[in-house]
T-cell receptor, first 116, second 115 residues
Framework: NAGVTQTPKFQVLKTGQSMTLQCAQD?????MSWYRQDPGMGLRLIHY???????DQGEVPNGYNVSRSTTEDFPLRLLSAAPSQTSVYFC???????????????FGPGTRLTVL | AQKVTQAQTEISVVEKEDVTLDCVYE???????LFWYKQPPSGELVFLIR??????QNEISGRYSWNFQKSTSSFNFTITASQVVDSAVYFC????????????FGEGTQLTVNP
C-alpha cells in the first residue's frame, strides 16, 4: 500500500512553460485535493475532487487546471508557469466513511516547484 | 468564511519543557472539525488528531494533549516533556460541514526543541 504518491519531487520551469504534477492514491479514497505551501501562509487549497468526474475550485485556483478521470489519479496542470507559482505542492486524499467527509487527509510527500 | 489563526510563528524551548501551541478558529457553522498536523524537517505532513464540534472532551495521547474550548474558539495543543524529535512545524486546520472535506489551515507554528 503506497498511500499517496506524487511525481516529480522537484521541478524547475521557465516562465510560460506548462507541466503536469502527478498524484495517485491506492486507498480507494473518494476525496482528493491539491494544496500549495508558501512560507508563512500555511497550506492553501487549489482544487479538489469528491469523486471521479467531479472537481471544484479551492481558495487559489487561478493558473491551475485539474481533472479526475479515475478514482486513483488527480493530476494538477500548470497552464503557463509564473514565478508566483514557485511553491511546494501537496496532494491529499481521504475517504468518506460512516462519519462523513471529515476524515483525516493523507498527504503525499510533496513536489517542490521553482519557476524562473 | 472559515479562518484559523496560529499567532505563534516560532517557539523555542529546551528539552523536557512543556509547550503549548495556540490555535484560534472562526466559523459560522455549528458542525465543524478541527485537526492538527505535524510537518517535521523532512517535509511530510503527519496527521495528529481530529476533533468534531460536539465533542469538547480534552484528549491525551502519550505526551500530547489537546484542549478544545468552544467558548473561546480555541483548540490548543500541549506537548509535555518536549523532546528534540518534536521539532517541527505544527498546523491547525478547520473543516466546516458546509464545505465538506475542504481544509483551511493556519499559518503554522515552528517549534524548535533544543537539547
Amino acid at each position: 500500500n503506497a498511500g499517496v504518491t506524487q511525481t516529480p519531487k522537484f521541478q524547475v520551469l521557465k516562465t510560460g512553460q506548462s507541466m503536469t504534477l502527478q498524484c495517485a492514491q491506492d486507498m480507494n479514497h473518494e476525496y482528493m485535493s491539491w494544496y500549495r505551501q508558501d512560507p508563512g501562509m500555511g497550506l492553501r487549497l487549489i482544487h479538489y475532487s469528491v469523486g471521479a468526474g467531479i472537481t471544484d475550485q479551492g481558495e487559489v485556483p487561478n493558473g491551475y487546471n485539474v481533472s479526475r478521470s479515475t478514482t486513483e489519479d488527480f493530476p494538477l496542470r500548470l497552464l503557463s508557469a509564473a514565478p508566483s507559482q514557485t511553491s511546494v505542492y501537496f496532494c491529499a486524499s481521504s475517504f468518506q466513511g460512516t462519519s462523513g467527509p471529515y476524515n483525516e487527509q493523507f498527504f503525499g510527500p510533496g513536489t517542490r516547484l521553482t519557476v524562473l | 468564511a472559515q479562518k484559523v489563526t496560529q499567532a505563534q510563528t516560532e517557539i523555542s524551548v529546551v528539552e523536557k519543557e512543556d509547550v503549548t501551541l495556540d490555535c484560534v478558529y472562526e466559523t459560522r457553522d455549528t458542525t465543524y472539525y478541527l485537526f492538527w498536523y505535524k510537518q517535521p524537517p523532512s517535509g511530510e505532513l503527519v496527521f495528529l488528531i481530529r476533533r468534531n464540534s460536539f465533542d469538547e472532551q480534552n484528549e491525551i495521547s502519550g505526551r500530547y494533549s489537546w484542549n478544545f474550548q468552544k467558548s473561546t474558539s480555541s483548540f490548543n495543543f500541549t506537548i509535555t516533556a518536549s523532546q528534540v524529535v518534536d521539532s517541527a512545524v505544527y498546523f491547525c486546520a478547520l473543516s466546516e460541514e458546509t464545505s465538506g472535506s475542504r481544509l483551511t489551515f493556519g499559518e503554522g507554528t515552528q517549534l524548535t526543541v533544543n537539547p
